[in-house]
Nanobody, 116 residues
């Protein structure tokens, strides 16, 4: 199982970035894929999730600004981030959980820095 994120960078407040997560080694279509983030000194938190046929979910802090989408043909999940704020600064991780007992799989993370 491998999850590889890309697309992070430095952007000014109000700007946009699109993150990508390419998955391999498992049945991508069948499982929830999520984006999480971890800011310095803070716990990792959920940002958005997507499940084929079951829609999407967002943290309240990003609703209306972020959009998660998936392309099952490319085994890729995207996170479009608009109207970025300095408090969105964090390392963003791609995640999937499956198996029994359930196990979390994580990418290496991609840094997003929003300057004020």
């Amino acid at each position: 199982v491998q999850l590889v994120e890309s697309g992070g960078g430095l952007v000014q407040a109000g700007g946009s970035l699109r993150l990508s997560c390419i998955a391999s080694g498992f049945s991508f279509d069948d499982y929830v894929i999520g984006w999480f983030r971890q800011a310095p000194g803070k716990e990792r938190e959920g940002v958005a999730t997507t499940m084929t046929g079951s829609g999407t979910n967002y943290a309240d802090s990003v609703k209306g600004r972020f959009t998660i989408s998936r392309d099952n043909a490319k085994n890729t999940v995207y996170l479009q981030m608009n109207s970025l704020k300095p408090e969105d600064t964090a390392v963003y991780y791609c995640n999937s959980r499956f198996g029994w007992p359930p196990r979390d799989y994580w990418g290496q993370g991609t840094q997003v820095t929003v300057s004020s």
